[in-house]
């Protein structure tokens, strides 16, 4: 069987009989309402999306101030408080007997 | 021409020669849409709807996947509108949009084209064996003739269907392939090669089938 001829006459019978361009009754009155139908304002989704993106924004917000607060602020040597704290606890002893004698 | 076409909102590039090949009409439409009225959209749909249809027929058998490509097409003309930048005429921008819709359509409905051959209707066998026999008394313009390129095609990889259908059956140009589908020239040319060579080996298989 001679291929390269039947793929041809196979090629031809299709060019020979193109597909109808029929349309049914009606069919644009379909795609819009269905245009319609997929564009229609849904309020629900529109508050949650909303109430969702503000609930982020905060979180966002008070993470990049708690970061910028602990770069910026500066921080207490707590080896300087102790030692600080432990010198003025020893010295409240001898600064009431120095008191006393006065 | 200049205000004009800032009035119906296509871009700051001037594009006056295109201009004047396109309908005013459908231009004002298409703007018309994009400014929010929908109810603009339905003319248009319905200038392009046989010509959808018949772009749709070529890849669907059943005529409700024929109507769901087609709502598809129209769907996504509408949300993708705004893309539109009238360098050429809305029907090429629609039919890039059809094609390529019904591509994916033809990925995503893969059917098992493992079917043998053997289901061929008697008229199609018929038709073989007068053309095994003397190919020239075959006629081309027989029923038999196009249920079986019709087979044939629904057998083929969505890629081979769709080149063969749009370079060999419709006849277009590789650069037009190339527009419709958005693959570039080189690879049209080699989805062109692979195409040809998977339908000669469907229509070898054929013919063992059929003298087995």
Redesign the interface.
Known sequence: ???V???R????????????????VA??????A???E??APEYAVFWARGLWRGAFASIAAAVVVFALHMIVAPRADESEFFADQFESAMLAAVDQEQEVDL | MQGAEAHLGFGSEPCFAKLWQMDPAELELIAAVRAGRRECFEPLVKKYLPRVFATARRYARRESEVEDIVQEVWIKAYQKLHTYRARAPFEHWLMRLTVRTCYDFLRAHRRNRERAFSELTKPELDWLEQFGQQPDTANENADAARQLVERLLDRLSPSARLVITLLAIEGRSVKEVSRLTGWSVPLVKVRAFRARAEMRRLLAKIATEKYL
């Open positions: 069987m001679d291929l001829e039947l793929e006459k196979l090629i031809a019978a299709a060019r020979a009989n193109p597909p109808s361009d029929t349309v049914p069919f644009e009155k379909r795609v819009m269905r245009l319609t997929l564009h």
